[in-house]
């Protein structure tokens, strides 16, 4: 009885686990962050990504509101050059469930089953969002945040899973001291 209570929750934990990002990112340990106070956005890095003008619109206001709220500038002569890099790649769900009734859940052939199996198959996009953080003079990276998660092509839901994203990245920006 408990199992069935507990159930809608694990099913809840589940959904919730769906829509958000996973995030990672890696840096330079040798690098003193705290000398990072501007930035501008790498053009023609950025000019290579393949994705839609306004997804690239999106993406760097985004930066720009989370680097402003860490109170970075931006400026014609940065510390920073920030680049962006995007994938994705679809997903294909398959699951076969039994349409028929019979003695519950068993092992083997069952001869009292009728109906019969109906299968489903549903896709969804998963999209992977880099942004890599260049040292302005030497130009070596020296940060990259990566987030994962499922996109949607909703333009009032892209807008806000793309903020979702950045923030989710750039929270780990700048990495915590030791």
Known sequence: MKAIKLLPVLLLFI???CGSVRVYSDFDNKVDFSQ?????????GIDK?????????RILNAIDRELSKKGM????????????LTKEREKIDVNQFNMGW?????????????????????SSTEG??????????????VWQGEGIGYLTENRKDKEKRINEFVAKILEQFPPKAK
């Open 102 to 122: 019979g003695y519950g859940w068993g092992w083997g052939w069952n001869p009292f089953m009728w109906g019969g199996q109906n299968t489903v198959a549903s």
């Open 15 to 17: 959904v919730a686990s």
């Open 36 to 44: 990072y106070k501007t930035y501008a956005f790498h053009k023609k």
């Open 73 to 84: 500038t931006k400026s014609e002569n940065p510390d920073l050059l920030i680049n962006i």
């Open 128 to 141: 992977t969002l880099f942004i890599d953080l260049i040292d302005g003079k030497k130009k070596e990276l």
């Open 49 to 57: 990504v393949e994705i839609s003008e306004l997804d690239k619109k």
